[in-house]
C-alpha cells in the first residue's frame, strides 16, 4: 500500500501543479468540466484536487457559479519569495543572459515616485562599456526605462508627472512636449518597449522594457545600453524585442 502511494503522489503534485497553470492562464474563473477537459484528467480527479487546492487557500470558488480561481495563498506565496530574495536577486541571471547574448551593457531600474533608481548593472562583451552608476537617479521622460515604467501607469499619473513643472531638457534630442511624449507612450505599450535616442546622453542609445507587479502595474524596467556608433535604427526592434522578453519573464517570476 505504502509503494502505491508514493507511485500515485508524484502524478497527483503534477496534476495539481498543472491546475494552478492553467487558472494563472485562462480569461476567467474555470468550472470542473471546462478545466478537466482543458487538462486531460477525468471529472471526479479535477473536483479532488481543486477541493484540496481550496481548502489549503490555493484556489477559491464562486458560489454563485461554483467556478474556480487562484486564491490568494498564491499571491502570499508570491510576496514571500520576494521578501526573501529581492527583485535584484531574481532579475540577475536573466540580465546575465541578456548581457552575453548581446555583448552589451545591462542594467536594472527600478521605479521611485518621479524617477528611476539603477539598483544593478551587467556588462557585455565589449571593450567599451556604459556605466549606469548604481543608485543614481535618472528621470523618467528622458531615458528608455523611464518611458517602459510611465507607458505602463495609469494614464492620469504619467500625465500629473508630465505636467506638474516644466520637464528638463538634457540634450537636443530630450523631448519635454507632454503631447509629444504621450504619443510616444503609445507605441511603447503597442511594442513592449522604450527607446531612447541619446535623449539624457547624447552618445547612448538605449532600449527598456517593464517589470510589472502582481497588478500590471510598472515597479521598474530592464535596460539595454549601447554607445551610439555601434547601435544603428535596424537594431531598435530587435534589441526592443529581448528586453521586452527579459522584462517579461521577470515579471512572472514576480507574481504577474
Known amino acids: 500500500m505504502k509503494k502505491a502511494e508514493n507511485n500515485n503522489f508524484p502524478r497527483t503534485v503534477d496534476k495539481a501543479l ?8 485562462a480569461d476567467g474563473p474555470q468550472g470542473i468540466y471546462e478545466l478537466g477537459k482543458k487538462l486531460s484528467i477525468n471529472k471526479s ?3 479532488r484536487i481543486l477541493r484540496a487546492l481550496f481548502n489549503h487557500g490555493y484556489v477559491i470558488q464562486n458560489p454563485q457559479t461554483a467556478k474556480y480561481e487562484l486564491g490568494y495563498k498564491v499571491l502570499k506565496l508570491s510576496h514571500s519569495l520576494l521578501k526573501k530574495k529581492g527583485v535584484r536577486e531574481i532579475a ?33 562583451g565589449e571593450v ?29 499619473h504619467a500625465k500629473r508627472i508630465m505636467t506638474k513643472k516644466k520637464l528638463k531638457s538634457y540634450t537636443e534630442f530630450t523631448s519635454t512636449d507632454p503631447e ?52 544603428p535604427e535596424d537594431m531598435i526592434p530587435v534589441f526592443g524585442g529581448k528586453v521586452a522578453f527579459i522584462g517579461k519573464e521577470i515579471s512572472k517570476m514576480m507574481g504577474t
Not at 498543472?18 to 492562464?25: F, G, I, N, S, V
Open 18 to 25: 498543472r491546475m494552478l497553470d492553467a487558472l494563472a492562464e
Open 45 to 47: 480527479t479535477t473536483y
Open 92 to 124: 540577475r541571471p536573466l540580465l546575465e543572459k541578456l548581457a552575453k547574448e548581446t555583448s552589451e551593457t545591462v542594467g536594472l531600474a527600478m521605479l521611485d515616485d518621479n524617477e528611476v533608481v539603477y539598483l544593478d548593472q551587467v556588462n557585455g
Open 128 to 156: 567599451i562599456r556604459l556605466d549606469f552608476r548604481l543608485g543614481s537617479r535618472w528621470p523618467l521622460h528622458a531615458t528608455a526605462a523611464g518611458k517602459a515604467c510611465m507607458a505602463y501607469m495609469d494614464h492620469e
Open 180 to 231: 509629444e511624449i504621450f504619443e510616444e507612450l503609445k507605441l511603447v505599450r503597442k511594442n513592449g518597449y522604450a527607446s531612447n535616442n541619446g535623449e539624457f546622453q547624447r552618445e547612448i542609445k538605449a532600449v527598456g522594457a517593464p517589470i510589472l507587479n502582481a497588478d500590471e502595474r510598472p515597479v521598474g524596467a530592464v535596460v539595454l545600453a549601447i554607445p551610439r556608433e555601434r547601435f
